[in-house]
């Protein structure tokens, strides 16, 4: 009777419910996770890689201003931008795909496109060569610029970015850029930096920095690691598919769908040692009133009806206690 009392019945169904409760989660942000190991493994990740596509989207960049400088030409500056970022910028290629109203039969072929990275682009279009980047660039290439106070007047003092075109080695145009944080990927990194876990992100866009990233979503200093060149590449074996690898979590859905998918196993993860605390003071509870029990020689007198509800009682409290953790 003693042993009836102290075997918890719930021993092998938090798990179960907890990984229930989980899947239909998840499943519902387009994600799935494999088992509990699956759960324990992703309880021990601190950073996750992103794209910086899946933190600004077509809409969270905005064209704030272009400056045209001497013998240049407004469209020309805007065909030449459009054509390097259709192909060398995810962040932007939406902006100004939308400033040509998504008429991609203009766009120019731009030749030897080349990423310089943390810099921008150079490349050769309409055969003239081409540079599309920040300050450190033009500096490299020789190229001539205004002085600091004018970029400080149209960046409002480091608010918004600029990147600047050079064609044929002169200053063409200067391009101001803002970026703003989208309201779904703000919960999303809300969630993250609650679970300290940090953020590796691939960009393209030399003008936005691991700075530029926490200011839009204003996130704490060095929780953002923006990735460029050499370091990418490195990373880059690691993130090839391959048919035989480990897998903790399938997500389809982008930030929303792997950030709810992490939400949903540290919460199962929480609930089944919530629910295995309660367990754990069931048995020892049910110890001292077997003892009791046996001091007051009355042990005999227990029946198995007695021993159900006991179980009944504490199995009931132990998996309520575990839903409403996970679901808290």
Not at 30 to 47: N, Q, R, S
Not at 288 to 311: K, N, P, R
């Amino acid at each position: 009777a003693i042993l009836c009392l102290g075997a918890p019945l719930t021993a092998t169904l938090l798990a179960g419910l907890a990984s229930l409760r989980m899947e239909r989660t998840a499943g519902a942000v387009g994600a799935v996770i494999p088992g509990w190991d699956a759960v324990e493994e992703l309880g021990g990740i601190d950073t996750i890689h992103l794209n910086a596509s899946e933190l600004f989207t077509p809409e969270s960049a905005q064209l704030k201003d272009i400056r045209i400088f001497k013998g240049g030409r407004i469209d020309k500056a805007i065909l030449y931008a459009a054509s390097t970022f259709n192909q060398g910028c995810d962040t932007l290629r939406g902006l100004f795909r939308e400033i040509i109203e998504n008429r991609t039969d203009i766009l120019l072929p731009v030749k030897d496109l080349e990423r310089r990275p943390g810099l921008g682009f150079a490349g050769w279009c309409d055969n003239n060569p081409i540079l599309i980047g920040t300050r450190a660039l033009m500096e490299q290439e020789g190229v001539t610029l205004p002085e600091k106070d004018y970029e400080d007047r149209h960046t409002q003092f480091g608010e918004y970015q600029l990147l600047y075109l050079a064609v044929s080695g002169s200053l063409y145009a200067m391009f101001v850029i803002r970026y703003v944080g989208g309201k779904n990927a703000a919960r999303c990194l809300n969630t993250l930096q609650r679970e300290n876990i940090r953020l590796m992100v691939s960009c393209q866009d030399p003008s936005l920095t691991a700075d530029k990233i926490e200011a839009a979503y204003h996130l704490p200093q060095g929780m953002v690691t923006v990735l460029r060149g050499e370091q990418d590449a490195a990373l880059a074996p690691w993130l090839t598919y391959t048919a035989d690898a480990d897998c903790c979590m399938i997500h389809l859905k982008g930030l929303v769908s792997l950030v709810g998918g992490l939400r949903a196993a540290e919460r199962a993860q929480t609930g089944e040692l919530f629910g295995t605390a309660i367990q754990k003071a069931s048995v020892w509870f049910s110890v001292v009133v077997g003892l009791l029990l046996v001091y007051a020689g009355s042990i005999g007198t227990l029946s198995l009806a007695v021993v159900l509800m006991y179980q009944a009682a504490w199995s009931a409290l132990g998996i309520a206690a575990a839903a409403m953790k996970q679901n808290a």
